[in-house]
């Protein structure tokens, strides 16, 4: 326990001071172990030879000595009339206050703020983002836990009460606001919770404008981290406040990509890089702008959207210039990790920019997750699975990782491992259409193929030629010979107006037998550079064909 308070007094032990009001009391260190020894045994009388080996062990001092730590003691605590500390005539003392032992504040999540602008004026872009921004800000604060925006944000909408809210997220504070906005008005009420007693630290209005909306958001992280310093224990608490951009115009347009880009869809992610661009075209040093279009791009080759070249193209420009405005940006780093990865399978290049990122920010979680790929494409599935646990560790309702441990399993053929976690984000959130990949995947390699099929039906909405090729090997693998030639086929002849990985075209093929046709496609695949051909070493798909020195010459390239 952190704090002790009575009265009008708090005893801080990890500062060792005593608090009144807020305001610190002075109080020699040995007068502190004097009071905080009497605190701790509230209630019951101490004799003077307890106290004396309590402060001093075996070391010989004479009465004077206890006698002056208990006038300290009196003095800080404006103890005239010894009602605090009574004396017991010939027998001790007796501290006669009722101490309550306080939790430590030093975690906080930020909920979601609630809109309660009328349809016409709803700004759900702007209360996500005041939201995500101030976990980011809040984030930077030594010696504050900040919950993640996913595992805070899951929680949107729900009636559990603030106590059960900070037992599943483990932080002992909560944040929770609404925005109601009118025409260029904006009203913010937010309050910071006690968790364990739902009782408010600290509330606060505010009435401005929406161009104002950066100066709001800092007055609130410097109000929060005000209101917990004396809570957090350590030195001082310092709050760096460095503003993305001061243009309030790229601000709102940034606040409204990251809106798009968390839906993680094709149209999110095309959407948030126009808003991006938008807010680069107001403010040309928007770094975290250039990072999300990074990101984007990223994605959209990942998920087979966009032509490898052009991901990585679009993607490595957008991260060098991101770091070039600011080279201490960790979100920048990583995404040039990843699109390096990705889509150039340059292990050297994504590892210097990963340490770079973990450097800056050792909790980002996203920077230990791009980790996480990269020791499947070096051939470390132990590494591989360290680091999809520290992602997960530092986020763990975040939806995207718990998929990923999906994926990670797949490419360990631990496909009952694979299913259960693909599962489980399923039912975290039914709509996300790269858990239900990954899950047929692990399925179709289960020897399950009615399930895999029937995730990727439910999948092939979204478009992507990725889950059109899923589904004819999993056809292939179940013996549906008419139906995975047929599926090829189709794709093949798609590939002249649109991109199709030739990656696909090589495990359909091989699952048919055409062993010879698949390392045809495999090579052409890794001349397009696409990002399934990071993961080739650790494929289950291609288990047939590892000892084939074809493969390692595969590997090699």
């Not at 999540?109 to 939201?131: C, H, I, N, W």
């Not at 590939?495 to 699952?511: C, D, E, K, M, Q």
């Amino acid at each position: 326990m952190q704090q002790i308070e009575f009265g009008h007094f708090v005893l801080d032990l990890s500062r060792e001071c005593l608090l009144r009001d807020g305001d610190q009391v002075k109080l020699r260190p040995q007068s502190f172990r004097m009071l905080h020894y009497l605190v701790e045994n509230g209630g019951r009388l101490l004799t003077k030879s307890e106290l004396m080996k309590a402060l001093w062990g075996d070391l010989a001092v004479t009465d004077d000595s206890l006698v002056q730590c208990l006038r300290d003691v009196r003095v800080a605590l404006d103890d005239r009339d010894h009602s605090i500390v009574k004396t017991v005539p010939r027998r001790g003392y007796l501290f006669a206050l009722r101490p309550k032992f306080r939790p430590k504040l030093s975690s906080i999540a930020v909920l979601p703020f609630v809109d309660m602008s009328s349809e016409s004026e709803k700004v759900q872009y702007l209360t996500d983002g005041l939201a995500e921004e101030l976990i980011n800000m809040l984030g930077q604060t030594p010696g504050l836990k900040v919950a993640s925006r996913s595992s805070s944000f899951r929680f949107r909408g729900t009636a559990q009460n603030i106590a059960e809210l900070g037992r599943q997220l483990n932080v002992s504070t909560i944040l929770e606001g609404s925005v109601r906005h009118s025409g260029d008005q904006l009203r913010l009420s937010v309050q910071l919770v006690n968790a364990s007693d739902g009782y408010n630290v600290w509330s606060e209005t505010y009435d401005r404008r929406m161009g104002d909306v950066i100066a709001i958001q800092e007055e609130i992280a410097a109000s929060i981290v005000r209101s917990l310093a004396l809570h957090m224990g350590g030195d001082e608490v310092k709050f760096p406040t460095k503003p993305h951009t001061t243009n309030p115009d790229a601000y709102h347009l940034y606040l409204t990509g990251r809106y798009f880009w968390n839906k993680r869809t094709k149209s999110g992610f095309e959407k948030a890089i126009e808003c991006w661009q938008r807010a680069i075209a107001c403010d040309p040093d928007c770094a975290l702008a250039y990072s999300g279009i990074a990101d984007a791009y990223g994605l959209l080759g990942y998920y087979g959207y966009r032509r490898p070249v052009e991901a990585y193209e679009a993607g490595r420009a957008a991260a060098c210039k991101a770091i070039e405005i600011n080279d201490s940006l960790a979100e920048a780093h990583t995404s040039l990790g990843e699109v390096t990865l990705y889509f150039q399978c340059d292990l050297k290049t994504c590892a210097h920019e990963l340490k770079t990122a973990v450097a800056l920010n050792p909790a980002y979680a996203r920077a230990h997750h791009t980790w996480s790929h990269y020791w499947v494409s070096a051939g470390n599935i132990e590494r591989s699975f360290e680091a999809s646990r520290r992602a997960l560790d530092l986020d763990p309702a975040n939806l995207p990782l718990i998929a990923h441990l999906c994926w990670h399993h797949y490419h360990a053929s631990e496909f009952d491992l694979a299913i259960a976690a693909g599962q489980r984000a399923i039912d975290m959130d039914a709509s996300f259409i790269m858990a239900r990949i990954y899950l047929g995947r692990a399925y179709a390699l289960n020897r399950m193929y009615k399930e895999a099929i029937n995730e990727f039906d439910k999948s092939l909405a979204e478009g992507s030629t990725d889950i059109r090729g899923y589904l004819g090997l999993t056809f292939a693998l179940s013996g549906d010979r008419r139906k995975a030639e047929h599926m090829l086929a189709e794709l093949i002849s798609e590939s002249a107006s649109r991109y199709v990985s030739s990656y696909h075209f090589g495990t359909i093929s091989l699952a048919l037998g055409d062993v010879d046709g698949a390392f045809q496609w495999l090579n052409k695949a890794v001349d397009e550079r696409g990002p399934h051909v990071a993961a080739l070493r650790l494929d289950p798909t291609l288990v047939s064909i590892r000892s084939d020195p074809r493969f390692q010459m595969l590997l090699r390239r």
